[in-house]
């Protein structure tokens, strides 16, 4: 009996630059849903229950931030991936709004737009990392 692959397309097509950014701008628009959910929940919560509607992220900030070098580092993970995700999930949307205009639409400005929405989103949280490191 013949072991065949159960998915050869994977093995002969190369990634294409349009559908990489598709897959990794869902993966991020369904982080970014769930971290506006908790940033909101945490916002409720805290008005209903202290009246300061800062209250909690200040106090995650100070916890994260201010307890241990390794908690330090888990906040500046924690913030790299959500302004990754926010810029990556931003720049494809902006991306499928230019495409649902007929604009950009052929391969070379497709790939031109997923290369700036890759330098993009990574250069992001280097910048809001090193400018927060620096307060």
Not at 52 to 79: A, E
């Amino acid at each position: 009996m013949v072991k065949r692959p159960l998915s050869p397309h994977l093995s002969i097509y190369k990634p294409q630059m349009t559908s990489v950014t598709s897959i990794i701008g869902r993966l991020c628009g369904i982080y970014t849903y769930l971290f506006v959910i908790v940033a909101l929940w945490m916002i409720i919560v805290s008005i209903y229950r202290y009246n300061n509607p800062t209250m909690p992220i200040y106090m995650l900030v100070m916890l994260l931030k201010g307890s241990s070098p390794i908690l330090t580092v888990i906040y500046y993970i924690i913030t790299c991936i959500t302004v990754f995700c926010l810029t990556f999930f931003s720049g494809t949307m902006i991306r499928h709004i230019l495409w649902d205009h007929d604009i950009a639409l052929n391969v070379r400005h497709a790939n031109t737009i997923g290369y700036f929405i890759m330098i993009s989103s990574i250069v992001a949280p280097l910048y809001v990392v090193a400018s927060i490191a620096t307060l």
